[in-house]
């Protein structure tokens, strides 16, 4: 699933085709919408809720949607052939001179856009929130801190904890504080654990990286530490790094860390 910086910079290229343009076709390709037209309606805005992404209209009107696993909005000139198969648009919108193609996004919803709030009113703390406030770092604090004993890992997946965190930013974060994704969140600097998230984030989105980077390198073998660098090692020591499975069922996400710099438990397979 794309890391809440990823959804980011979708919506704002989204927004940056679209704000302020007239629809000249809004169509929808799934069955609960599919008799929604919404062709004369004005884009005003597009912006993100963690990795929730909404679509705001002139008339009181906001499209929810998730990318999830397999989700993205393109955007193409008018009349430009689509780089995905037709079949897995799900939703057009065209304007003189551009369209913007949801390809296999998902949780479609239509809603008032004084409500849209109800459907993220769930989440924790957006870390992309461009309002960010200390009240804000204090919920993302007492979220992290509600179950101490909890995995680190598992903490900082759960959007409703801190809404933003993937996979990617999960393992970064556990090696920058040292620790196993493993490690019991009562054994780490809550408040540092959640500014770390903030400020990894918000370097990729500011820069606009699709392909993020958390050492501040852009070389595609320099720019992790751990995340996905078995052949390479450890991006500090060169040390071999392990893999690991961490959660169950649908939250289970291969996990990354280094023996030598990271302490705390984790797996023996």
């Known amino acids: 699933m794309p890391e809440g910086d990823t959804v980011f910079l979708v919506a704002k290229r989204f927004a940056n085709a679209m704000t302020g343009k007239t629809l000249l076709r809004g169509e ?44 993205m909005w393109d955007v193409y000139p008018a009349g430009a052939k689509w780089r995905r198969p037709g079949h897995h648009a799900r939703v057009i919108f065209t304007a003189a001179d ?4 949801g390809f296999r996004v998902h949780d479609l919803k239509l809603v008032a856009t004084s409500k849209e ?12 929130d461009p309002k960010w406030t200390d009240e804000h770092l204090k919920q993302a604090i007492a979220n992290l801190t509600a179950a101490p004993a909890r995995e680190l890992g ?5 959007q409703h904890v801190l ?47 699709f392909d993020q980077s958390t050492t501040g390198h852009l070389d595609r073998n320099r720019k992790n530490w751990v995340y996905e660098r078995t052949r390479q090692g450890c991006f500090r020591c060169g040390g071999k790094l392990l893999v690991r499975t961490q959660g169950h069922d649908v939250q289970r996400r291969p996990t990354w860390f280094c023996p030598k710099d990271q302490t705390g438990p984790y797996p023996a397979q």
């Open 117 to 128: 709030h109800d459907l993220v009113a769930h989440l924790g703390p957006d870390l992309l």
């Open 154 to 158: 598992l903490a900082l997946l759960d």
């Open 98 to 101: 551009v369209q913007v193609i």
């Open 28 to 71: 929808f390709r799934v069955p609960q919408l599919a008799t929604v037209d919404l062709s004369g309606r004005e884009v005003l805005d597009v912006g993100t809720v963690g990795k929730h992404l909404f679509t705001r209209f002139s008339g009181n009107l906001t499209l929810h949607s998730h990318l999830l696993m397999d989700g």
């Open 163 to 209: 809404a933003g965190v993937g996979n990617l930013y999960k393992c970064e974060i556990a090696f920058l504080l040292g620790v196993t994704p493993w490690t019991p969140v009562s054994e780490v600097d809550a408040g540092r654990t959640v500014a770390l998230a903030r400020k990894l984030l918000l370097a990729n989105a500011i820069a606009g990286r």
